[in-house]
């Protein structure tokens, strides 16, 4: 990895650093669980809005509408016109 310093000591990475969030997302045919990943000044929220059709979603487990789990994936690249809603497992109760 690169870093490189500019004269007053602030550095510049190839590495993009951002905080992982657990969600839940519901899709027309699927419920999915995984991870997106956010930068650390920005929100959930801000991620979604993007001009970019695909979310990147790590960890994924999809299920079917019973609650079957259908598939685990390290990554899945979600068409985010396919997204009904998403909730930050931190907001969900048990």
Same mark, same amino acid.
């Given at each position: 990895? /690169?870093?490189?310093?500019? &004269? @007053?000591? /602030? $550095? $510049?990475?190839?590495?993009?650093? /951002? ?6 997302? #519901? ?9 997106? +990943? ?5 929100? =959930? @929220?801000?991620? =979604? &809005? @993007?001009?970019?059709? $695909? *979310?990147?979603?790590? &960890? ?8 079957? *789990? =259908? #598939? @685990?994936? +390290? $990554? =899945?690249? *979600?068409?985010?016109? +396919? ?5 930050? &497992? ?5």
């Amino acid at each position: 990895m /690169k870093i490189e310093y500019d &004269d @007053k000591g /602030k $550095f $510049f990475t190839d590495a993009i650093s /951002k905080t992982p969030v657990p969600v839940t997302i #519901q899709t027309v045919a699927q419920r999915i669980r995984g991870i997106v +990943h956010v930068h650390p000044e920005e929100r =959930l @929220k801000d991620e =979604l &809005d @993007k001009a970019t059709q $695909f *979310l990147a979603v790590t &960890d994924a487990e999809i299920y079917d509408p019973e609650g079957h *789990l =259908l #598939q @685990k994936s +390290h $990554f =899945l690249a *979600l068409n985010c016109n +396919h997204i009904i809603w998403v909730i930050p &497992d931190e907001d969900t109760e048990e």
